[in-house]
């Protein structure tokens, strides 16, 4: 990863996006915040990311690599049976969630195929964090280069 791009301002929410945060309660809107923070900044330092496209995907914030097509899709949200808790969700077709289980088992609570939870009481495990953001945001170019024979 490069460090050399450094997001310094956040780009603007578009309106419908800032609707939903703003509905959330304020430790949640908080919470998925920071972790909206960190996808920009990870993709800031990531090369050949681009720009992401922030939109809404069934009703929820939702990060798309449009431009390069490096990544899969990450959704922002609560979790439906414990709405005071934050979820970072990925594809369910993609694998990782099972890469994420390898490394970070002892370290995040992992829903199935599907999410992350995050307890918004509580800090962000910001390291751990920040690198699924970096595999999700990179899935389909590491699948491609896994396909190249060489």
């Not at 495990?125 to 060489?150: D, F, N, Q, S």
């Amino acid at each position: 990863m490069r460090t050399a791009k450094v997001v310094k301002k956040m780009p603007s929410m578009p309106a419908d996006v800032a609707a939903v945060f703003r509905s959330y309660p304020s430790q949640v809107s908080t919470c998925l915040m920071e972790v909206r923070r960190l996808i920009f900044i990870t993709a800031a330092t990531i090369e050949g990311i681009g720009v992401l496209t922030e939109t809404l995907k069934w009703g929820e914030p939702a990060y798309l690599t449009e431009a390069s097509k490096s990544g899969s899709t990450i959704r922002l949200g609560r979790v439906p049976k414990q709405p005071d808790r934050c979820a970072v969700y990925f594809n369910c077709k993609t694998t990782l969630l099972d890469s994420f289980r390898a490394q970070f088992a002892d370290t995040l609570t992992l829903a199935g195929d599907r999410a992350i939870i995050l307890d918004p009481t509580r800090n962000l495990p910001e390291t751990p964090l920040r690198i699924c953001l970096a595999m999700a945001l990179t899935y389909h170019r590491a699948k491609r280069v896994m396909l190249v024979p060489g």
